[in-house]
Nanobody, 115 residues
Framework: QVQLVESGGGLVQPGGSLRLSCAAS????????MYWVRQAPGKGLEWVSR????????RYVDSVKGRFTISRDNAKNTLYLQMNNLKSEDTAVYYC????????RGQGTQVTVSS
């Protein structure tokens, strides 16, 4: 079955950086587009980023453009999200997902941006 396990979250000050990882198994990762979605406190799921199977096509929500970078290592079945210049509004649970809506996602990793 599909398994997605996120890691790398934590507490960071505004302007800081974090790198999230997502270990994937149970499906053909190297031929699948992958996504990051997030859920801020009291809000619904928000699509954050997408990467195609080969890594050559990447898309971001406007609010993270220029600050976040999605990448993947198909040899390791792992998805990444490098987050720089973090802001308080980035505070959320971050999920990697197999579909754009986030209906097939992992358990999430908490990112808290606070001074």
């Amino acid at each position: 079955q599909v398994q997605l396990v996120e890691s790398g979250g934590g507490l960071v000050q505004p302007g800081g950086s974090l790198r999230l990882s997502c270990a994937a198994s149970g499906f053909p990762f190297s031929t699948s587009s992958m996504y990051w979605v997030r859920q801020a406190p009291g809000k619904g799921l928000e699509w954050v980023s997408r990467i195609n199977f080969g890594g050559g096509v990447r898309r971001y929500v406007d609010s993270v453009k220029g600050r976040f970078t999605i990448s993947r290592d198909n040899a390791k079945n792992t998805l990444y999200l490098q987050m720089n210049n973090l802001k308080s509004e980035d505070t959320a649970v971050y999920y990697c997902a197999k579909d754009e809506s986030g209906s097939i996602r992992g358990q999430g990793t908490q990112v808290t941006v606070s001074s």
